[in-house]
């Protein structure tokens, strides 16, 4: 492939919105949710996020608040609707507070392992989401 051609088509490929699509069941609602692959932008600061969550070493919780960030930033970037929307904006953060922790879990897990955020993330995830002694999950 010439010069050229590899710039054509880098300029048809950037910026089209072409990342794959999946539809996840959500037993707890009923139905199913259509997510999209994150942008390389968006799988950086949800890291970032997660970084200043947990202490990986420690495999311990650092900061509840920033877990339930962590959390929603991830479900808001990824759920769409059919017309490629996005589904969830900042204002729906308490709303999602709400919902049942296997929904969130079920969520999470999917789209850490749709974006190949890694075993060890999703693990934390995972592990995170889990209720605590007090009955607490990382979503609150």
């Given at each position: 492939?010439?010069?050229?051609?590899?710039?054509?088509?880098?300029?048809?490929?950037?910026?089209?919105?072409?990342?794959?699509?999946?539809?996840?069941?959500?037993?707890?609602?009923?139905?199913?949710?259509?997510?999209?692959?994150?942008?390389?932008r968006?799988?950086?600061?949800?890291?970032?996020?997660?970084?200043?969550?947990?202490?990986?070493?420690?495999?311990?919780?650092?900061?509840?608040?920033?877990?339930?960030?962590?959390?929603?930033?991830?479900?808001?970037?990824?759920?769409?609707?059919?017309?490629?929307?996005?589904?969830?904006?900042?204002?729906?953060?308490e709303?999602?507070?709400?919902?049942?922790?296997?929904?969130?879990?079920?969520?999470?897990?999917?789209?850490?392992?749709?974006?190949?955020?890694?075993?060890?993330a999703?693990?934390?995830?995972?592990?995170?989401?889990?209720?605590?002694?007090?009955?607490?999950?990382?979503?609150?």
């Amino acid at each position: 492939m010439t010069d050229v051609a590899v710039k054509a088509l880098g300029r048809d490929v950037l910026g089209r919105g072409n990342a794959r699509r999946k539809h996840i069941v959500v037993e707890e609602w009923g139905g199913s949710v259509l997510i999209r692959q994150l942008s390389s932008r968006q799988v950086s600061e949800i890291q970032q996020l997660a970084t200043e969550a947990v202490d990986s070493a420690k495999r311990q919780v650092r900061d509840r608040k920033k877990l339930t960030r962590f959390n929603f930033c991830l479900i808001r970037d990824s759920w769409i609707s059919e017309d490629g929307t996005p589904v969830l904006t900042d204002d729906d953060y308490e709303s999602l507070l709400d919902e049942p922790n296997a929904a969130i879990e079920t969520l999470t897990t999917e789209i850490s392992a749709f974006n190949n955020l890694g075993e060890r993330a999703q693990a934390d995830a995972k592990k995170n989401l889990e209720p605590t002694l007090n009955g607490n999950s990382g979503i609150n």
